[in-house]
Nanobody
Framework: QVQLVESGGGSVLAGGSLRLSCAAS????????MAWFRQVPGKEREGVAM????????TYADSVKGRFTVSKDNAKNTLFIQMNDLKPEDTAMYYC?????????????????WGQGTQVTVSS
């Protein structure tokens, strides 16, 4: 079993920054894929960014490229996302997710484990 705990959400003004963290614990394999998703009520969940523990590759949604940076501390099994130049449309509940395989397949491949989410609110 794997547990994911997010932290770092909050409220900021447009143009501001936030850094989210996701600590993973439990039966983790050396090769896994961790990702950030976000969801607004009434809309589909959207993949934001992901990081592969095997080759350290990262993938981003077009909507956040150049503004968000995902990183992973493999030693601590912690995923981070630095979010800069935040916009009101970034407002959402952000979820951390993990699957015990590589990131190939992108955001649409199933993630087995999910955190409880952390709210990010960006006001104009």
């Amino acid at each position: 079993q794997v547990q994911l705990v997010e932290s770092g959400g909050g409220s900021v003004l447009a143009g501001g920054s936030l850094r989210l963290s996701c600590a993973a614990s439990g039966d983790l394999y050396a090769r896994n894929c961790m990702a950030w998703f976000r969801q607004v009520p009434g809309k589909e969940r959207e993949g934001v960014a992901m990081a592969d523990s095997a080759d350290y590759s990262t993938t981003y949604a077009d909507s956040v490229k150049g503004r968000f940076t995902v990183s992973k501390d493999n030693a601590k099994n912690t995923l981070f996302i630095q979010m800069n130049d935040l916009k009101p449309e970034d407002t959402a509940m952000y979820y951390c997710a993990l699957r015990l395989s590589r990131c190939s397949g992108g955001f649409t491949s199933a993630f087995t484990y999910w955190g409880q989410g952390t709210q990010v609110t960006v006001s104009s």
